[in-house]
């Protein structure tokens, strides 16, 4: 049975959207291209054009990005929404893969819905975090509720985290986003992920707009616990999402870059590991550079510190020099503290 729970194994979204291109069987093989490239959860967004926008044409409804201008948002959301009569099977599809069906709700209504889907999680979309009432009919769900925090200001995420742990979010999840698109990788401050981990106590990960897969790695190695990118079959065909998604080759890569950096980040860690201890060896150590006789002073010409690491450490040098050998030490040979005496 597919479980979620935050840990320290970094949860990768592949968030599919309007990628689909409204193509009921293009969107189950892109659920299950998403698990061949290692995505641990498939996403997607439930609402209507009618459950986000009114079907008016004035100033207010115009699309004004360059991607998506000319149209109103009626219009554009019509090209963009998936289909609800699909979500039960795509959602059978993602649990016979092994991937964690995830859809971000726009309204109750989607709620309601999702939740006969019997769905592990809940998200709240960046636009929708101000939107305190949809929060708090989602988080008395009791499960695991998604913030994406794009826009936001400081206290507009603390409203949406107190109403999200106060109506009994089973755990809270904040995303740091800009909601760009796609975003600039100048704008996206991922300095602010350790300092919201610390400042609201709740694990933070990323939704990533920017282009390409290098915002995401670096987010993991600050203590990111979820990556979600935008993720296409190609971005030749043409969809309202596809220009800032990531193709199935690029995604693999993502899904194999945090990995790494999830083993290189590891624990925190002095001292030799268990590879490095045969490398000591190659540290410097004092040696007899020259054959010393019994009674001869050690010197600069006789000692010094040079490989292997086999000697008495290089920091000990002043305390060997001026000091009485006790034995014949030949040319080569690591010095010990009973080769000379303690007086000078």
Same mark, same amino acid.
């Given at each position: 049975?597919?479980?979620?729970?935050?840990?320290?194994?970094?949860?990768?979204?592949?968030?599919?959207?309007?990628?689909?291109?409204?193509?009921?069987?293009?969107?189950?093989?892109?659920?299950?291209?998403?698990?061949?490239?290692?995505?641990?959860?498939?996403?997607?967004?439930?609402?209507?054009?009618?459950?986000?926008?009114?079907? @008016?044409?004035?100033?207010?409804?115009?699309?004004?990005?360059?991607?998506?201008?000319?149209?109103?948002?009626?219009?554009?959301?019509?090209?963009?929404?998936?289909?609800?009569?699909?979500?039960?099977?795509?959602?059978?599809?993602?649990?016979?893969?092994?991937?964690?069906?995830?859809?971000?709700?726009?309204? +109750?209504?989607?709620?309601?819905?999702?939740?006969?889907?019997?769905?592990?999680?809940?998200?709240?979309?960046?636009?929708?975090?101000?939107?305190?009432?949809?929060?708090?009919?989602?988080?008395?769900?009791?499960?695991?509720?998604?913030?994406?925090?794009?826009?936001?200001?400081?206290?507009?995420?603390?409203?949406?985290?107190?109403?999200? +742990?106060?109506?009994?979010?089973?755990?809270?999840?904040?995303?740091?986003?800009?909601?760009?698109?796609?975003?600039?990788?100048?704008?996206?401050?991922?300095?602010? @992920?350790?300092?919201?981990?610390?400042?609201?106590?709740?694990?933070?990960?990323?939704?990533?707009?920017?282009?390409?897969?290098?915002?995401?790695?670096?987010?993991?190695?600050?203590?990111?616990?979820?990556?979600?990118?935008?993720?296409?079959?190609?971005?030749?065909?043409?969809?309202?999402?596809?220009?800032?998604?990531?193709?199935?080759?690029?995604?693999?890569?993502?899904?194999?870059?945090?990995?790494?950096?999830?083993?290189?980040? *590891?624990?925190?860690?002095?001292?030799?590991?268990?590879?490095?201890?045969?490398?000591?060896?190659?540290?410097?150590?004092?040696?007899?550079?020259?054959?010393?006789?019994? *009674?001869?002073?050690?010197?600069?010409?006789?000692? +010094?510190?040079?490989?292997?690491?086999?000697?008495?450490?290089?920091?000990?040098?002043?305390?060997?020099?001026?000091?009485?050998?006790?034995?014949?030490?030949?040319? *080569?040979?690591?010095?010990?503290?009973?080769?000379?005496? +303690?007086?000078?």
């Amino acid at each position: 049975m597919i479980k979620f729970k935050i840990s320290s194994r970094c949860h990768i979204i592949a968030e599919i959207s309007a990628n689909h291109c409204q193509k009921f069987q293009k969107a189950v093989e892109m659920v299950k291209r998403a698990k061949e490239c290692g995505a641990d959860i498939v996403k997607f967004q439930t609402y209507t054009p009618d459950t986000l926008t009114l079907n @008016i044409k004035n100033k207010y409804f115009e699309v004004k990005h360059p991607k998506w201008k000319g149209q109103t948002l009626y219009q554009l959301y019509e090209k963009a929404y998936t289909p609800w009569s699909w979500f039960k099977e795509l959602k059978k599809v993602a649990d016979d893969s092994g991937l964690i069906f995830l859809s971000t709700a726009f309204d +109750r209504t989607a709620v309601d819905f999702l939740e006969d889907l019997e769905v592990l999680i809940h998200k709240i979309a960046s636009f929708e975090l101000v939107d305190l009432p949809l929060i708090e009919y989602m988080a008395r769900t009791k499960k695991p509720v998604i913030l994406s925090t794009g826009m936001a200001t400081l206290s507009e995420i603390r409203d949406a985290v107190e109403t999200a +742990r106060g109506a009994g979010a089973k755990e809270v999840i904040l995303l740091k986003c800009v909601s760009s698109y796609p975003a600039r990788t100048e704008e996206m401050n991922l300095k602010t @992920i350790p300092h919201m981990r610390e400042l609201f106590g709740l694990p933070v990960g990323i939704s990533d707009h920017t282009l390409g897969i290098g915002v995401s790695i670096a987010a993991v190695s600050l203590g990111a616990v979820m990556v979600e990118k935008h993720f296409t079959l190609s971005r030749k065909v043409k969809s309202p999402d596809s220009f800032f998604s990531l193709e199935p080759e690029e995604f693999k890569q993502l899904v194999s870059n945090i990995r790494m950096v999830e083993k290189a980040t *590891g624990k925190i860690h002095y001292g030799p590991t268990e590879s490095e201890k045969e490398s000591k060896v190659f540290r410097r150590s004092l040696f007899a550079v020259r054959d010393i006789r019994k *009674g001869e002073i050690l010197s600069e010409e006789n000692v +010094r510190s040079i490989r292997p690491g086999f000697g008495l450490p290089p920091k000990y040098l002043r305390d060997v020099l001026g000091k009485r050998s006790k034995k014949s030490i030949p040319q *080569g040979t690591p010095l010990q503290w009973d080769m000379f005496g +303690r007086g000078r």
